[in-house]
Structures are given as C-alpha cells and as structure tokens.
C-alpha cells in the first residue's frame, strides 16, 4: 500500500485522520488570524469588532471540530505520549493566537505592542504556508 502524499504513513486508523485534519484546519484558521492581527495593528479596532470577530471565530473552530469532539475517545487511545504531543504542536499558531488574545483581553499585550513587532507576526501567519509555497516556487 503506498502512503497518501502529506499523510504520515503512521497514521493507520480513521480517527487518527480526523485528528490530524481537524489540528491542520485550526492551523490554518491561525495563520489566517494572525495574518488579519498583522493588517489590523495599526488600525483602531472597536471592542464590539473584536467580540463578534472572536464569536466568529470560535463558532467555526466548534463547527470544524465536530467530528473530532465525536470521536475523541477513540483518538486518546490512538494517540499516546509523544504521538499526542506531536498532534497538537501540528496546531502551533493557534497556540500563538490564544497567547496574544489572551494577553490583548489581560491588557498584558496592546496593539500597539502588536504594531512595533508586526513583521515578526506576519512571519509566524507565513510559517504554516512555507512548505506549500516551496512547493509552488520549485513548480515555477
């Protein structure tokens, strides 16, 4: 049996694909985040705007995750130790995400801090991009 291209071959079971697809879609709704956070730091965003971007947000990672909530027993047998660790570190940029809310919504972190490092933040939105980028850049 030959291995799906971008599928990892230990990936055996069918909550192990639904696991492995839900954490690459919060990936992606992170770097889609993180992109908007870099266009929207030097602009005045109303707390309202926020709520219901956040609300938004939060309705479609619920939307997205439920096979996933469904199946979850079956992937905690699945996945043990370091396979599990592996699976959510697949979804580091919305780790990074929920530490800038988090710090925005603490009043720890401001815009204006977002503002003075937003290449830095439109370089972690980029990062989860690289490898489909390589590839259409070789495909040139």
Not at 105 to 126: C, D, F, M, N, V
Request: charged share 15%; net charge positive; with cysteine.
């Amino acid at each position: 049996m030959t291995p799906v291209k971008g599928i990892d071959p230990r990936i055996t079971t069918p909550e192990m694909q639904t696991a492995h697809r839900y954490m690459n879609r919060l990936g992606g709704l992170a770097s889609m985040i993180l992109g908007i956070m870099w266009a929207l730091a030097n602009v005045k965003v109303t707390p309202f705007v926020a709520e219901v971007a956040g609300i938004c947000c939060f309705a479609y990672i619920m939307y997205i995750g439920r096979d996933y909530r469904r199946q979850y027993n079956e992937i905690a047998k699945a996945f043990t130790g370091l396979n599990w660790m592996r699976l959510v570190l697949s979804a580091w940029p919305m780790l990074v995400v929920i530490v800038i809310v988090s710090g925005l919504l603490s009043k720890g972190l401001s815009w204006q801090q977002i503002g003075e490092y937003k290449e830095h933040l439109l370089a972690l939105a980029a990062f989860p991009l690289y490898p489909w980028l390589k590839q259409w850049w070789e495909g040139q």
